[in-house]
Each structure stands twice: as structure tokens, then as C-alpha cells.
């Protein structure tokens, strides 16, 4: 079973830059659509990107947009979140998920999930 693994979480103060990576051993990422979700306490989970198999779609949440980016890092089998100008807001525990499948993402399909890692936006 394809396991996800999330790193570079952390704490940063807004304004701020962190890198999130969505890695996997064993099995190519080449196959999968990768997507970002968030969980705040006391918020329900929330999509913030997707990038599909081949890497040419990409997908933001509005409250993301312009300042986060999503790409495929394929010679290390991973997938990076790039977020900048980081605000409070963006404050939650942050997992990747993925499934099997070419074409742009489909938020219904996520089926495999990381353990996740908590970004920290504060002053």
C-alpha cells in the first residue's frame, strides 16, 4: 500500500515562508494525483491544492491562491507545497493524500493519506 510521508512543518511568523514535502518510497508518485489538505481545531478539513499525475494541473483554494504553490520534485518522489506570506489563518495541521489516475485532480478520489505535519503561523 502506497504510504505518504509529510515534512517541513513547523513555526514561522506570518508573513513567512515554509516548504511542506509530500514524499513516498517504494512507489513512483508519477501515477498518483497529489492534494494538500488542511485541519484547523474546531474547523472541518479543507482542500488547499492538488496537482495531478502529470504535473500540468494544479488546483488552490481561493484563500491560497497567489501565495502558495503546488509542484512535483520527481527526482526525489515527492511533492512540495511552497507557501508564502503565510498568515495566522493558514495556521492548521497540514496532510497530503493521493490517488491512482491521469487528468486534472478529483477531490473525491483521495484515498491514501500521510500522517500529516503542523504549520504554525503566530507572531
Known amino acids: 500500500q502506497l504510504q505518504l510521508v509529510e515534512s517541513g512543518g513547523g513555526l514561522v511568523q506570518p508573513g513567512g515562508s515554509l516548504r511542506l514535502s509530500c514524499a513516498a518510497s517504494?512507489?513512483?508518485?508519477?501515477?498518483?494525483?497529489i492534494g494538500w489538505f488542511r485541519q484547523a481545531p474546531g474547523k472541518e478539513r479543507e482542500g488547499v491544492s492538488c496537482?495531478?499525475?502529470?504535473?500540468?494541473?494544479?488546483n488552490y483554494a481561493d484563500s491560497v491562491k497567489d501565495r502558495f504553490t503546488v509542484s512535483r520534485d520527481k527526482d526525489k518522489n515527492a511533492v512540495s507545497l511552497q507557501m508564502n506570506s503565510l498568515k495566522p489563518e493558514d495556521t492548521a495541521f497540514y496532510y497530503c493524500?493521493?490517488?491512482?489516475?491521469?487528468?486534472?485532480?478529483?477531490?473525491?478520489?483521495?484515498?491514501?493519506w500521510g500522517q500529516g505535519t503542523q504549520v504554525t503561523v503566530s507572531a
Open positions: 517504494e512507489f513512483s508518485l508519477d501515477f498518483y494525483a
Open positions: 496537482i495531478s499525475a502529470s504535473g500540468e494541473s494544479t
Open positions: 493524500a493521493a490517488y491512482a489516475g491521469w487528468g486534472p485532480c478529483r477531490w473525491d478520489m483521495f484515498h491514501y
